[in-house]
């Protein structure tokens, strides 16, 4: 069974609660129980809830709005990207990854075509492209955190949906401009090609304590006297989010081979599984000094898979969960 993620429905709920209806009424009208909290919830409920509030009342353009929500309640996560990835072309490697924080919707890819790079959307419920709940609301999110993060405006250049099409277009043009296309064999944007090398906005205002003190905290002190140590740890913050914290992926970064890696490390008394272990728990808890990051985002800046596989390592590491972890220190200490 497909689940999503709790922050999904929260922003259609609040998506068709500005459009005049009660979110206790589209809850109930699933019977779904509204003071009920859960981890996780089903695609399954996310489109029943889609359909009870078109059927209420809700235009048609309701995804692009709920979208729109979650891009700005995951801008914390996605601001603090840019701390990470040099480029717009790494940013793309991560976007992928974090559909995943959002459930098991579906998968975006990226691929190149002429002078065009093409992001597309894959659902993983075979025949819900029909509808335009996913797409619209997926390719909404994907446009504005592409269009937000460069240092030149990334503009969607065409838009191709499944679904048939529509007889306003007007919203959808303000999102996606004017060459459009329906009933495609899947849902994609169009991004110029070119701004693969474009440079991140570097951002010069406070993010929080937890999210520009930790890079200095931990690459600026330790490694300090060991370049190679220090290159190691910072190509290994920026790869976590990506899910390619495995040692062959690293010494490529690196342009050093397997063999040579493990003989550096082994020449200072420690080996990779010791260095990423170390890592990530100090990391772990400079973000959990920030409570602007949940639980899951955490885990994904730290490469985990899922909330549980971070939580079992967290209890390890500290001897209780990470939410624990938080509830015990609300003025967690940030030095290594």
């Known amino acids: 069974m497909h689940k999503v993620r709790p922050q999904v429905i929260a922003a259609l709920l609040q998506a068709a609660e500005a459009e005049g209806l009660s979110q206790q009424a589209l809850l109930e009208s699933v019977q779904e129980h509204p003071g009920k909290e859960t981890s996780h919830y089903t695609v399954d409920l996310l489109f029943r809830l889609y359909r009870a509030a078109r059927a209420m009342g809700a235009s048609e353009d309701i995804a692009l709005n709920t979208g729109r929500i979650l891009y700005l309640k995951g801008l914390n996560l996605q601001l603090y990207m840019t701390t990470i990835c040099r480029d717009f072309?790494?940013?793309?490697?991560?976007?992928?990854?974090?559909?995943?924080?959002?459930?098991?919707?579906g998968r975006i890819l990226i691929r190149p075509e002429g002078e065009f790079m093409r992001l597309e959307w894959h659902p993983l419920q075979a025949g819900t492209g029909a509808e335009r709940f996913l797409s619209d609301q997926l390719l909404t999110t994907s446009a504005l955190i592409v269009n937000?993060?460069?240092?030149?405006?990334?503009?969607?250049?065409?838009?191709?949906?499944?679904?048939?099409?529509?007889?306003?277009?007007?919203?959808l043009q303000a999102n996606f401009g004017t060459d459009l296309q329906f009933g495609q064999p899947l849902s994609c944007l169009y991004l110029p090609r070119d701004t693969l090398s474009s440079p991140l906005i570097q951002l010069d205002f406070d993010l929080g304590e937890a999210l520009t003190a930790q890079s200095?905290?931990?690459?600026?002190?330790?490694?300090?006297?060991?370049?190679?140590?220090?290159?190691?740890?910072?190509?290994?913050?920026?790869?976590?989010?990506?899910?390619?914290?495995?040692v062959d992926h690293l010494a490529g970064e690196l342009g050093i081979s397997r063999r040579?890696?493990?003989?550096?490390?082994?020449?200072?008394?420690?080996?990779?599984?010791?260095?990423?272990?170390?890592?990530?728990?100090?990391?772990?808890r400079h973000y959990l000094a920030d409570s602007r990051l949940g639980i899951t985002d955490i885990g994904f800046l730290l490469g985990y898979s899922d909330q549980a596989s971070f939580s079992n390592a967290f209890k390890i590491w500290y001897g209780c969960s990470p939410s624990d972890y938080r509830g015990r220190n609300p003025s967690l200490r940030r030095e290594v």
């Open 89 to 105: 072309r790494e940013y793309l490697n991560v976007i992928p990854s974090t559909i995943q924080l959002l459930g098991d919707l």
């Open 148 to 171: 937000t993060l460069c240092i030149r405006p990334v503009p969607v250049c065409a838009a191709r949906f499944t679904y048939a099409e529509p007889d306003d277009l007007r919203a």
């Open 216 to 246: 200095r905290a931990l690459f600026e002190s330790g490694d300090a006297d060991d370049p190679f140590l220090h290159s190691l740890r910072e190509a290994l913050r920026r790869s976590l989010p990506r899910g390619e914290a495995g």
């Open 260 to 284: 040579t890696l493990q003989r550096r490390l082994a020449e200072r008394g420690t080996h990779f599984q010791a260095i990423l272990q170390a890592l990530r728990s100090q990391l772990a």
